[in-house]
């Protein structure tokens, strides 16, 4: 079976409606190239690459850009050291790279949002009018924090708002989600309308968000903000997209290579 075959089964599986424009491309090899393996990443790093050839996969299916943007645009990259020393690497091991993003989130359920709740084990907690929403038995801002570090192997997370507030109502924005999607106000629109005590997510802007919450908490609300980073919010949906790509290609190894957060966190000692 070749790249195109796996990829229009996916996209076809996903019964996503036509996208005018989607990043959702083949970043890197050749549509007709016979698949050896598959393997599902949040990031096609040098290492994630490595580790796809050492284990026979030949189709990496990426979440984000494998070349530092967000269309994967490469013509000012002609003469970067480290685009040309990664294109070398997947050549040398014939490695095939397709996004898989926007008809990810598009699917229904969103493939990411699934995961994502299987790792937790919020099944049972997720608003059926919302994605983004959840009522969970109630508990306080640190120990949710401690279980999110826990069960999606965060090294640090940061709290903004009520620290020592409690939570019932949660909001959950992965990735880059807590920016707005295209519209800076929706988190905040979300926290009132959805009546939430708190709100997850990945990345952040602390002149939006960020902003918003600590306000409240100084105005005395019960609003706290949890930060995981964008990576810990959505590998694990990858992680979890193994066995939903194993269901379609039964006949073709499928394994997922964590990219890992990318920091190194320095605290200075109390």
Not at 180 to 196: F, H, S, T, V, Y
Not at 201 to 221: F, K, N, P, R, S
Not at 243 to 250: K, V
């Amino acid at each position: 079976m070749n790249v195109k075959t796996i990829v229009e089964t996916i996209l076809q599986k996903c019964n996503v409606p036509p996208m005018e424009q989607t990043c959702d491309q083949l970043i890197v090899g050749d549509w007709n190239a016979e698949v050896t393996g598959i393997a599902t990443t949040f990031m096609a790093t040098v290492d994630v690459i490595k580790e796809a050839a050492a284990k026979g996969a030949n189709l990496i299916i990426t979440h984000e850009p494998t070349f530092f943007t967000g269309w994967d645009k490469t013509e000012w990259l002609k003469d970067d050291p480290v685009y040309t020393g990664k294109q070398a690497l997947i050549h040398q091991h014939q490695i095939n790279i397709w996004r898989f993003h926007d008809h990810m989130h598009g699917s229904t359920p969103d493939l990411i949002y699934d995961g994502l709740i299987r790792e937790l084990g919020w099944e049972t907690y997720q608003n059926a009018d919302d994605k983004h929403c959840f009522t969970i038995p109630k508990i306080s801002v640190v120990d949710l924090a401690e279980f999110l570090e826990e069960r999606l192997q965060v090294s640090v997370s940061r709290i903004v708002g009520a620290v020592n507030g409690s939570v019932e109502r949660v909001g959950f924005l992965v990735g880059g989600g807590s920016l707005g999607l295209g519209r800076e106000e929706m988190p905040m629109e979300l926290m009132n309308k959805a009546n939430l005590d708190t709100i997850v997510c990945g990345e952040i802007l602390e002149w939006t968000l960020a902003a918003y919450v600590h306000d409240a908490a100084q105005l005395a609300m019960n609003k706290s903000l949890i930060v995981l980073g964008h990576n810990r919010t959505e590998e694990v949906g990858m992680k979890h997209l193994v066995s939903w790509l194993q269901a379609l290609f039964p006949k073709i190894p499928v394994d997922f290579i964590e990219a890992g957060d990318p920091f190194i966190y320095h605290v200075k000692p109390l």
